[in-house]
């Protein structure tokens, strides 16, 4: 079984997206991890546009990388520049490392139909995203 770190600034929102899409889309072939280079709790607006699409991430938690030392990592991906500037070294010498920089929702201003249709576009590309990485990396290696 291979081990997946998802990280991203505040482990908060595209992380947890992508680790719930990454454990969907496989259910026996990696255990998924997420974390953050800070911690700020899981965002609401990430939850709901995730339990739309019937996934429940309400079980995760925000963790901190450092927690997860001592891990042998198989895949190391980023979802955000912030993170890949700024994360602390992981020793992880066998670990592919991938970097994808996701769109933010959680920043976006607006009404509730423009934030909702900013977590919907973020969503949607981290699904796409997962998807492929599970079938290209996991399924067929």
Known sequence: MKNILVLCTGNSCRSQMAHGYLEYFQKD???VYSAGIETHGLNPGAVGI??????????HTS??????KGIAWDY?????DHAKENCPFIAAQNAERIHHNFFDPSKVKGTNQEKHA?????R???KEFCETLVKEELVNS
């Not at 339990?51 to 429940?56: M, N, S, Y």
């Not at 963790?63 to 997860?68: A, G, I, R, W």
């Not at 900013?118 to 973020?122: E, H, R, S, T």
Request: a negative charge; one cysteine or more; glycine letters at 4%.
């Open 63 to 68: 963790n901190h990388v450092d927690e997860y």
């Open 124 to 126: 949607n590309e981290i």
């Open 76 to 80: 190391i991906i980023t979802v955000c």
């Open 50 to 59: 995730m339990k739309e699409d019937g996934i429940d991430i309400t079980h």
């Open 118 to 122: 900013a977590f919907l576009k973020a």
């Open 29 to 31: 072939l990696a255990k």
